[in-house]
Nanobody, 124 residues
């Protein structure tokens, strides 16, 4: 069982930065592929970025590539999402998710655990 708690969301102006954090419970955190998803009002939840067990592989959605960076610290059971050059279209609730298998996936159905989400609002 893994519990995920996100933090770091807030209101920021376009062009600004935010860093999201996700704290995971459980002793086997390093065995989970971790990802960030987001969901804007009236839209489906979408993949943002994922990182492998050891942090050596990452995957990004085209919409955030070059602006967002995902990382993890297995010693602290933490996953981070550094978001730079934020745009109004990045406004959404951001969710941390964990899957207990090797491959990074953009499909929500393949994730076993989800956090409650943290709101990110980017004003123009």
């Amino acid at each position: 069982q893994v519990q995920l708690v996100e933090s770091g969301g807030g209101l920021v102006q376009a062009g600004g930065s935010l860093r999201l954090s996700c704290l995971a419970s459980g002793r086997t955190f390093s065995s989970y592929t971790m990802s960030w998803f987001r969901q804007a009002p009236g839209k489906e939840r979408e993949f943002v970025a994922g990182v492998s067990w050891t942090g050596d592989r990452t995957l990004y959605a085209d919409s955030v590539k070059g602006r967002f960076t995902i990382s993890r610290d297995n010693a602290k059971n933490m996953v981070y999402l550094q978001m730079n050059s934020l745009k109004p279209e990045d406004t959404a609730v951001y969710y941390c998710a964990a899957k207990g298998s090797w491959a990074i996936s953009a499909r929500t159905q393949q994730y076993d655990y989800w956090g409650q989400g943290t709101q990110v609002t980017v004003s123009s």
